[in-house]
Nanobody
Framework: QVQLVESGGGLVQAGGSLRLSCAASGRTFNTYVMGWFRQAPGKEREFVAA????????DYADSVKGRFTIARDNAKNTVYLQMNSLKPEDTAVYYCAARRNVMVVPQANEYAYWGQGTQVTVSS
């Protein structure tokens, strides 16, 4: 099993940047695909980005391509989400998730482990 703890959320103006971090427990972090998802009030949880074991394989939702970057540091058991050019519609609770598999996929139900979430609020 792996436990996930997100940090780095906050309030930012439109056009600003934030970097989210997700720290994972355990010694097998480099065998998990890591993903970021978000959920806005009244909406379903949606895929944001995911990254493969070595960091060489990534996937992004169309809504964040070119603005967000996912990265991982396996030596630190941490995955990051750099968010630039933030928009009010990016406001949501952001969740880190882990999948014990080699495939990078966007479906939330394929991820077995989840963090508690961190709030990101973008003001206009």
């Amino acid at each position: 099993q792996v436990q996930l703890v997100e940090s780095g959320g906050g309030l930012v103006q439109a056009g600003g940047s934030l970097r989210l971090s997700c720290a994972a427990s355990g010694r097998t972090f480099n065998t998990y695909v890591m993903g970021w998802f978000r959920q806005a009030p009244g909406k379903e949880r949606e895929f944001v980005a995911a990254i493969g074991w070595s960091g060489g394989n990534t996937d992004y939702a169309d809504s964040v391509k070119g603005r967000f970057t996912i990265a991982r540091d396996n030596a630190k058991n941490t995955v990051y989400l750099q968010m630039n050019s933030l928009k009010p519609e990016d406001t949501a609770v952001y969740y880190c998730a882990a999948r014990r598999n080699v495939m990078v996929v966007p479906q939330a139900n394929e991820y077995a482990y989840w963090g508690q979430g961190t709030q990101v609020t973008v003001s206009s």
